[in-house]
T-cell receptor
Framework: DAGITQSPRHKVTETGTPVTLRCHQT?????MYWYRQDPGHGLRLIHY???????DKGEVSDGYSVSRSKTEDFLLTLESATSSQTSVYFC???????????????FGEGSRLTVL | RKEVEQDPGPFNVPEGATVAFNCTYS??????FFWYRQDCRKEPKLLMS???SGNEDGRFTAQLNRASQYISLLIRDSKLSDSATYLC????????????FGAGTRLFVKA
């Protein structure tokens, strides 16, 4: 299995509070992604990174920011959490991006966030 | 219209049955195709890639029909352990690559 760990795995928070989810990989992979998964919507891309300090928005980026200061770590921050951000968040490495189709995506185990 | 559509199911089948899932995609620029499997409350994992010529991996067969823009997954001799959600995934090249996930089809295999 690809070495991807997410933390925290579960979090309950209140509306308006900041939340940071961490993704750590040991594969030295260039590309990292944050997805959210909601019933009926499948996985939707929030933000992605194609290198240290190189990030860009996905299809549902509003209300989220990311940072990648090291190859192995990709942080997702909800500056002021809302109930609509209650979801399961998956980090992934690999996949396709830009001019490259690198194929398979490897996912972390997910972080279940509840915003009350 | 969603870019990748799947029948959400659920499909309830007895052990030993053959079951088929279809997935349609809307963008003809789609270039590569995959089926992922996701167990309940777990992360998705690659089941198999889908090639134009069709491909088989044990009890699983994947087919691609570019003219009609759909892909399929056939599972023969279903096992209880096949119970999961199956995600159709399409990589599109629309100036840059983009990965689109279907919402998934749930399968329950009963004893």
């Amino acid at each position: 299995d690809a070495g991807i760990t997410q933390s925290p795995r579960h979090k309950v928070t209140e509306t308006g509070t900041p939340v940071t989810l961490r993704c750590h990989q040991t594969e030295n992979h260039r590309y990292m992604y944050w997805y959210r998964q909601d019933p009926g919507h499948g996985l939707r891309l929030i933000h992605y990174s194609y290198g240290v300090k190189d990030t860009d928005k996905g299809e549902v980026s509003d209300g989220y920011s990311v940072s990648r200061s090291k190859t192995e770590d990709f942080l997702l921050t909800l500056e002021s959490a809302t109930s609509s951000q209650t979801s399961v968040y998956f980090c992934a490495i690999g996949g396709s991006l830009g001019r490259e189709d690198t194929g398979e995506l490897f996912f972390g185990e997910g972080s279940r966030l509840t915003v009350l | 219209r969603k870019e990748v559509e799947q029948d959400p199911g659920p499909f309830n089948v007895p052990e030993g049955a053959t079951v088929a899932f279809n997935c349609t995609y809307s963008n003809s620029a789609s270039q590569s195709f995959f089926w992922y499997r996701q167990d309940c409350r777990k992360e998705p994992k690659l089941l198999m890639s889908v090639y134009s010529s069709g491909n088989e991996d044990g009890r699983f067969t994947a087919q691609l029909n570019r003219a009609s823009q759909y892909i399929s997954l056939l599972i023969r001799d279903s096992k209880l352990s096949d119970s999961a959600t199956y995600l159709c995934v399409v990589n599109m090249n629309t100036g840059g690559f983009k990965t689109i996930f279907g919402a998934g089809t749930r399968l329950f295999v009963k004893a």
